[in-house]
């Protein structure tokens, strides 16, 4: 199928930014974007591009939801894992964090001390892209499912950084397909310009 220009959604990415202040990297609780809804990416910067972690969406603003996810990062509430194989591309698990009431909250909060360190070494490290989307929840979880989905596909270390617990919610049989373009002005490793959401 051809995909012409001007019937195509735009999914224009801004950054990557950092959660913390950093050297030649905007912050990114002062990009003008975080006020919208959208679709934002967690990566690590390989010498060879950035290496998707994460792919969400939101309908509140990104501001909210980023906010939200920086909370629980911080708090020992998410994975944390071995900053040195992170930086790497490889998923090594120090601390599995609430998902699945593996571990309390309060269990978190007893962890932290310990676990200080190795989060605040991720959290330097990831960088942070942000597209406002102004459309349904539907279509944005379609889009950000047609981002993230073909990273599971893609063998070798693109495929393995991704968390396969997460859930993304599809195009499904009957509905019409949504031609899109994503722009970053940052390489993206395994992202595809054009697709079909």
Request: charged share 25%; glycine share 6%.
């Amino acid at each position: 199928m051809t995909m012409h220009q001007d019937k195509e959604r735009l999914v224009a990415f801004s950054g990557p930014f950092s959660w913390i202040n950093q050297p030649q990297i905007p912050s990114l609780w002062e990009a003008p974007e975080l006020s919208k809804p959208g679709i934002y990416i967690w990566t690590v910067e390989l010498p060879e591009g950035h290496l998707i972690f994460y792919v969400g969406e939101t309908g509140t603003s990104l501001r909210q939801r980023l906010g939200e996810h920086y909370k629980k990062l911080t708090t020992a509430q998410y994975h944390v894992y071995d900053p040195a194989q992170f930086a790497r591309g490889k998923r090594v698990s120090l601390w599995p964090g609430t998902f699945r009431n593996v571990k309390s909250v309060a269990e978190c909060d007893a962890a932290l001390p310990m676990l200080r360190k190795p989060i605040t070494e991720i959290v330097r490290m990831l960088r942070l892209f942000i597209a406002p989307l102004d459309c349904d929840l539907r279509t944005r979880r379609r889009i950000e499912a047609a981002i993230a989905q073909p990273l599971y596909s893609i063998s070798g270390m693109i495929r393995e950084f991704q968390d396969p617990t997460i859930r993304y919610h599809a195009r499904e049989a009957g509905e019409a397909s949504i031609a899109c373009r994503l722009t970053s002005s940052t390489r993206m490793l395994g992202v595809q310009e054009r697709f079909l959401a």
